[in-house]
């Protein structure tokens, strides 16, 4: 795996972590992730000018990509609900992998090695962990963020093959992350009749650059992907868990007891076993 793949899904990881932190306090998520999502569509549309238009091939990823990424997004406003960073994010990203590999085994009758079988036990453990006892997330969050990873997985399952159908990665993005925006803008709308967005109010701004923040994140992944393994890559990218649970300890004053820190490192080091 090159050196550039892994700076990218590094960065890509903190990034990811630190959006996710923003979502978690904002007083209205849906409206804090669609003006996000918005502000991406309005950042790559004169791009969209500078690269190649992908082929007809590609078009079929890039829409279901971008709508998946609205079902995301949904859910995982709903899964913050009742839940905190440091729980939800870790049993979101972990049940990515987890889901990949089991669907893998179960429906295409592939055979797991011995880090594949050891990464499963480790995420299924680590979730397990952050999912029982007085300190656990609420069970409606807990279904909420395994429907999330649910969908990330399939997304990203779509981008690591349809990148590979275009000139160049960055367009894909792009389109993507330009779509995405739009599409979760007029579920919002037809749901609230209406988006108002205030370019006075301190909040607006705010989700502006966590809308930055996120796209960079997305962005940084998908240009990784052509340059490694998706697996490798997710492998790296995994390690947003970590950055997770202290970033809500130390910004968003969430308990950081020795029980969520090693539960969260057995997800990511599961998560890593799976990838590799």
């Known amino acids: 795996m090159s050196a550039v793949a892994v700076g990218l899904a590094l960065v890509a990881a903190i990034l990811h972590a630190s959006w996710n932190a923003f979502l978690r306090t904002g007083a209205d998520r849906l409206w804090s992730i669609t003006v996000m999502s918005l502000t991406g569509s309005i950042i790559t549309l004169p791009l969209l000018f500078l690269v190649p238009v992908p082929g007809a091939a590609a078009w079929p990823y890039i829409l279901l990509s971008s709508g998946l990424q609205v079902g995301y997004s949904l859910f995982l406003v709903a899964a913050y609900r009742q839940g905190q960073l440091g729980q939800v994010y870790p049993i979101v990203r972990g049940t990515v992998p987890l889901l990949v590999t089991l669907g893998g085994f179960l429906f295409f009758g592939e055979v797991l090695g011995p880090w594949q079988t050891l990464g499963v036990l480790l995420i299924a453990t680590g979730i397990m962990s952050l999912s029982l006892g007085k300190t656990r997330a609420a069970t409606s969050s807990i279904l909420f963020a395994l429907t999330t990873g649910l969908i990330i997985a399939c997304y990203s399952t779509v981008d690591s093959r349809g990148v590979k159908l275009v000139e160049l990665p960055v367009a894909y993005a792009l389109w993507v992350l330009f779509l995405f925006g739009i599409m979760i803008t ?25 809308g930055v923040v996120a796209m960079l994140a997305y962005g940084l992944v998908v240009v990784a992907y052509a340059y490694a393994p998706a697996g490798l890559v997710t492998a790296v990218r995994e390690t947003s868990v970590v950055f997770a649970v202290l970033i809500g300890a130390l910004m968003l004053g969430e308990p950081l007891t020795v029980r969520r820190l ?3 490192v057995v997800v990511a080091g599961g998560a890593i076993s799976v990838s590799l």
Request: with cysteine.
């Open 262 to 264: 090693l539960a969260c």
């Open 186 to 210: 007029f579920a919002f709308g037809v749901t609230r009749r209406g988006l108002a967005i205030d370019l006075q109010s301190p909040l607006t701004w705010k989700a502006a650059g966590g």
